[in-house]
């Protein structure tokens, strides 16, 4: 194997440790936990050897990164999602190549994720970002709805056509009363998951935890693990 390959095999195979173990400290299968492979300022060549190594779930955040990327590796089978802020200006692109859009947040940028799924042709997964630091109305620092709007925001995504509701998705909260406490976060999460079920059955996809605190998220009762650092290692510095 090359070194570069070498490198990521080895990092990989101590986060499916990670996750194996958080897995069985919960009682929980292995294979509930899905990993995904965020692989922002990654070239798509890491891709490609994450695909060799049997990596089918990869994530970006900013379109001008995704959209070369994403078509140069064409080729594989991989599931992309679409993890970042998303303007509406961007949606037609992302729309193109994106199985999942994990951060909606508003109407307006469901409305045209919608309208850009039915033009191309395919249906998008969506998830839901709650922001556990916004007051209602409002939105996250880092993007995402308040919680008492995802009822609302789940109503038309379900409705919409072109897009498929499925679940949730978070970034633990830097501020509020949640910030430094990443389980009740995610345990907070799992509590409205537990509620858009209620409505929504299918909608079971709560996708939370990242390099740093996977173990929380899975113990909390995440299905969907987000991991860049710990397997591609510390990202280069932009600009």
């Given at each position: 194997?090359?070194?570069?390959?070498?490198?990521?095999?080895?990092?990989?195979?101590?986060?499916?440790?990670?996750?194996?173990?958080?897995c069985a400290a919960a009682g929980r299968e292995r294979a509930d936990v899905t990993l995904i492979v965020v692989t922002k300022t990654y070239p798509a060549s890491d891709v490609r050897l994450l695909h060799e190594l049997g990596v089918r779930e990869v994530a970006e955040n900013?379109?001008?990164?995704?959209?070369?990327?994403?078509?140069?590796?064409?080729?594989?089978?991989?599931?992309?999602?679409?993890?970042?802020?998303?303007?509406t200006n961007?949606?037609?692109?992302?729309?193109?190549?994106a199985d999942m859009v994990q951060s909606v947040d508003r109407d307006k940028l469901a409305g045209s994720l919608?309208?850009?799924a039915v033009r191309a042709g395919?249906?998008?997964?969506?998830?839901?970002?709650?922001?556990?630091?916004?007051?209602?109305?409002?939105?996250?620092?880092?993007?995402?709805?308040?919680?008492?709007?995802?009822?609302e925001l789940a109503a038309s995504i379900a409705e919409a056509p072109g897009?498929?509701?499925?679940?949730?998705?978070?970034?633990?909260p830097l501020a509020?009363?949640?910030?430094?406490?990443?389980?009740?976060?995610?345990?907070?999460?799992?509590?409205?998951?537990?509620?858009?079920?209620?409505?929504h059955p299918a909608a079971n996809m709560v996708s939370a935890g990242m390099s740093a605190d996977l173990e929380e998220a899975v113990a909390a009762g995440a299905t969907h693990v987000r991991v860049g650092t710990a397997v591609l290692g510390v990202r280069p510095r932009l600009g």
């Open positions: 194997m090359t070194d570069r390959k070498t490198e990521l095999a080895s990092n990989l195979a101590r986060v499916e440790e990670r996750i194996a173990s958080a900013r379109d001008q990164d995704a959209a070369p990327k994403a078509a140069a590796c064409a080729d594989l089978d991989l599931t992309w999602h679409f993890v970042g802020q998303l303007q961007k949606v037609r692109s992302v729309a193109s190549y919608s309208t850009a395919r249906e998008l997964g969506c998830l839901i970002q709650v922001a556990l630091d916004a007051e209602s109305g409002e939105r996250g620092e880092r993007g995402g709805v308040a919680p008492d709007g995802i009822e897009l498929r509701l499925d679940g949730l998705m978070t970034v633990a509020g009363e949640y910030a430094g406490r990443q389980r009740a976060a995610f345990e907070r999460l799992l509590e409205f998951s537990s509620r858009l079920r209620a409505a």
